[in-house]
């Protein structure tokens, strides 16, 4: 049988970035890390791609934050909280925790492999 989940290690590269806290944080989040979303969905019976459960195709999620990325697909992929099937999680940058600077644009990152964040880059909706 073919393992479809994050490895241990992966676990806690993703729990340490997040802090155990929710990195979608959209309206009406819990707070607090409930399960860890792929971004890029493993499909009927997993994947054999790679990188479907590397840190940067993870994301530390709430309930109501999973159930939201879950039911708007449209606003969750618009945020790279969802990734097609034909993309890289590795290139598609997410709008972590909501954050906004301070000209009121979203701020984006790309998350990584060893469980960090880095080239930010900022747009708007």
Known sequence: MRRTGFRADVVQM???RSSCQCEVMASGCELVMATIHHRRPRGAGG???????AA????AICTHCHHKVETQRAW???????????????DVAV???SRIDSN???????LDNQGGM????VTRF
Not at 47 to 53: A, K, L
Not at 104 to 110: E, Q, T
């Open 104 to 110: 009121g644009r979203n701020v984006f990152v790309f």
């Open 118 to 121: 880095i080239d930010e880059q």
């Open 76 to 90: 969750a992929r618009e945020r790279g909280f969802i990734v097609s099937q034909w993309g890289d999680p590795n």
């Open 14 to 16: 993703i729990e340490a």
């Open 47 to 53: 994947s054999r791609r790679e990188d479907t459960n």
């Open 95 to 97: 709008h972590w925790r």
């Open 56 to 59: 940067c195709n993870g994301l």
